[in-house]
T-cell receptor, first 114, second 115 residues
Framework: AQTVTQSQPEMSVQEAETVTLSCTYD???????LFWYKQPPSRQMILVIR??????QNATENRFSVNFQKAAKSFSLKISDSQLGDAAMYFC???????????FGTGTRLKVLA | DVKVTQSSRYLVKRTGEKVFLECVQD?????MFWYRQDPGLGLRLIYF???????EKGDIPEGYSVSREKKERFSLILESASTNQTSMYLC??????????????FGSGTQLSVL
């Protein structure tokens, strides 16, 4: 069975600094997708970034980028120039291609210090 | 952008009550989901609906049922609420196919307390 592990329950970063959130997963599939979702205090989760397993190039979205290491089954999220609005719970998620089921990690709470 | 609306932000119920959690999406998405979010456990899938009147059990369906009579509405039902169902409930929807890109759209959650 596929699993997603986020080993950092909580992280802190100074405003304007860079922080990396870790995520590892376990799967025997070759076709899958990985996601990072953000859940701010408003509770509404939003997609931060998405990576297809078949793509070697790491996905980027403005200040957010991933380090996708397929062989190591690692999918970390880097947030550059951290802003106060980045403070949230971040969830890593996995989905096998052709299925509906998303598997979420336990989340990392990110605090941004002014 | 897609809007997923959950009928209640906070709900307090008594043990044994029948509880209805409603979710409505406005973008004609085929797939809808109900998740439960608990600290340290992440999100766990309760039920999934891939289209109207179609449903599949997720990882933790015990004590829950669902209804999807119309495409835009997906209801989660707690037949007889128990204290261990105190939790945050999140509804999500998704457009299938490549146009959907696998992106889930979430509601703002319902924090349910069962006393």
């Amino acid at each position: 069975a596929q699993t997603v592990t986020q080993s950092q329950p909580e992280m802190s970063v100074q405003e304007a600094e860079t922080v990396t959130l870790s995520c590892t997963y376990d799967t025997s599939e070759s076709d899958y997708y990985l996601f990072w979702y953000k859940q701010p205090p408003s509770r509404q989760m939003i997609l931060v970034i998405r990576q297809e397993a078949y793509k070697q190039q790491n996905a980027t979205e403005n200040r957010f980028s991933v380090n996708f290491q397929k062989a190591a089954k690692s999918f970390s999220l880097k947030i550059s120039d951290s802003q106060l609005g980045d403070a949230a719970m971040y969830f890593c998620a996995y989905r096998s291609g052709g299925t509906y089921k998303y598997i979420f990690g336990t989340g990392t709470r990110l605090k941004v210090l002014a | 952008d897609v809007k997923v609306t959950q009928s209640s932000r906070y709900l307090v119920k008594r043990t044994g009550e029948k509880v209805f959690l409603e979710c409505v999406q406005d973008m004609d998405h085929e797939n809808m989901f109900w998740y439960r979010q608990d600290p340290g456990l992440g999100l766990r899938l309760i039920y999934f609906s891939y289209d109207v009147k179609m449903k599949e059990k997720g990882d933790i369906p015990e004590g829950y049922s669902v209804s999807r009579e119309k495409k835009e509405r997906f209801s989660l039902i707690l037949e007889s609420a128990s204290t261990n169902q105190t939790s945050m409930y999140l509804c999500a929807s998704r457009l299938t196919g490549t146009a959907g890109s696998g992106k889930l759209f979430f509601g703002s959650g319902t924090q349910l307390s069962v006393l």
